[in-house]
């Protein structure tokens, strides 16, 4: 991971962040139901202009105050996480399915509906959506201590297709070597996996520590607690 990797700081609580994040899911799913309204509409042509006229207004006010760049990850002084941006999970993302993960026992697991806007192959979910959460999964997975790893290599293998509706991901750490962690990782539908992945996750050796990200997002060396990401 680069060094110039955009950390802030955001000195907020835990009630703050829940505060923060019941006011901008609702707004990223409706932006999420919005998307698949335009994919599966069959109103007139009339009722498209229309409607794209309402949703440029809407543009135009978000707008009046914006990032100059994509999200960033933010952290809490006590280390917890928000990728909100981020095209798997981020809960300001609505590209993101949202896939939400845990770890339980050493594995990590999600569930989560793929609709239209996933589409691939007629009625099924399109490879690089797959490929999009298994990363996230295997990324995920061997996270120790809120520390992410990069992906060096995640080999996707395709079963079969994945029809169009809910899937579970499951990933386990099958193995360490330095700053190698491999994983393998499962997106299944309710008949078994569909389709399957091997990953070389790698902390990159310029990967700057806990205690450096600490300083960094806080303009000086702080003690950290273990938390785990939202
Ligand atoms: C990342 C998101 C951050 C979000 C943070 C938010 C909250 C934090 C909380 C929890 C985090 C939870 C989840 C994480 C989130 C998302 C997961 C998404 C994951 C991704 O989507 S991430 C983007 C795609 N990813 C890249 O953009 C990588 C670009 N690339 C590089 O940054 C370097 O290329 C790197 C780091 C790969 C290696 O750099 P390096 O300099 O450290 O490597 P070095 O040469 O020292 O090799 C050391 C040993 O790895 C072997 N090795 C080297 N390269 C390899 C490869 N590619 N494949 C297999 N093995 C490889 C060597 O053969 C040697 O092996 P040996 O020791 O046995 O000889």
């Given at each position: ?8 700081l955001e000195d ?10 019941s006011i901008?899911?609702?707004?990223t799913d409706?932006?999420?139901d919005?998307?698949d309204?335009?994919?599966?509409t069959?109103?007139?042509d009339?009722e ?5 006229t ?7 006010r978000?707008r009046?105050?914006?990032k100059?760049k ?16 981020n095209a ?6 609505a590209?993101a399915?949202p896939?939400?993960l845990?770890?339980?026992?050493g594995v ?6 793929l ?5 691939g192959?007629g009625?099924?979910v399109?490879?690089g959506?797959?490929?999009l959460?298994l990363?996230?999964?295997v ?22 297709p994945?029809p ?6 499951t ?17 299944s ?6 389709v ?6 790698i902390?990159p ?6 205690d450096?990200i600490s ?8 003690p ?7």
């Open positions: 991971m680069s060094a110039d990797m955009d950390f802030r907020i609580d835990d009630a703050e962040i829940a505060r923060r994040l901008v899911e609702p707004l409706s932006v999420r919005l998307v309204a335009v994919i599966r069959e109103v007139d009339a498209l202009i229309a409607a794209r309402a949703i440029e207004a809407i543009v135009t978000l009046a105050r914006q100059d994509g999200y960033g990850v933010a952290f809490t002084r006590d280390f917890t996480g928000m990728p909100w941006g798997a999970t981020g809960a300001r993302n590209v399915p896939l939400r845990s770890k339980v026992d990590t697991r999600g569930d989560v509906v609709g239209a806007a996933y589409e192959p009625g099924h399109h490879g959506i797959a490929a959460l990363d996230q999964l990324g995920e997975t061997a996270a120790a201590d809120n520390m992410p790893s990069f992906t060096g290599t995640l080999t996707v293998r395709y079963l079969r994945t169009l509706g809910p899937v579970t991901l990933g386990r750490v099958t193995g360490t070597e330095g700053r190698k962690t491999f994983v393998h990782g499962e997106l539908d309710a008949d078994g996996v569909t399957e992945a091997d990953a070389v996750m902390r050796k310029s990967f700057p520590s806990r450096q300083a960094a997002i806080t303009g000086h060396d702080t950290t607690a273990d938390k785990p990401t939202p």
